[in-house]
C-alpha cells in the first residue's frame, strides 16, 4: 500500500564469488604472459542489480495495478486509474 509518495526500496545481494586462481594475462608493454593479481569484483554487479531490481518492483506493482483495475487493454485501464484517482481526491 502506498500514500502516492516514492517508493524506495532497499535490497541487498550476496557477493560476487572471488576467483582466488589468478587468470594469465599479458603485460601490456613487454608482450610477456603473467598471471593477474587477484582482486574482489564486487561493485561490478551492483549496476547490473539495480536494473533487475527495477524491473521486478515494475513487475509487481504493474500485477497490482491490475488486480486493482482489471482490464483486457490499456485505454480501459487508464480510464478506471483516472476515475479512482477523482475518487480519492475527496478524501
Same mark, same amino acid.
Request: proline fraction near 12%; avoid cysteine.
Given at each position: 500500500m502506498t500514500n502516492g509518495q516514492p517508493i524506495v526500496v532497499r535490497g541487498v545481494m550476496k557477493p560476487i564469488p572471488t576467483l582466488?586462481? &589468478?587468470?594469465?594475462?599479458v603485460d601490456i608493454e613487454t608482450h610477456e604472459p603473467y598471471k593477474a593479481t587477484v582482486e574482489r569484483?564486487? &561493485?561490478?554487479?551492483? &549496476?547490473?542489480?539495480?536494473?533487475?531490481?527495477?524491473?521486478?518492483?515494475?513487475?509487481?506493482l504493474a500485477q497490482e495495478i491490475l488486480e486493482k483495475f482489471s482490464s483486457d487493454n490499456l485505454e480501459e485501464l487508464k480510464e478506471a486509474v483516472a476515475k479512482h484517482r477523482d475518487y480519492t481526491k475527496n478524501y
Open positions: 582466488y586462481k &589468478p587468470l594469465m594475462s569484483s564486487d &561493485p561490478t554487479a551492483l &549496476p547490473a542489480a539495480g536494473v533487475v531490481m527495477e524491473a521486478v518492483v515494475a513487475t509487481v
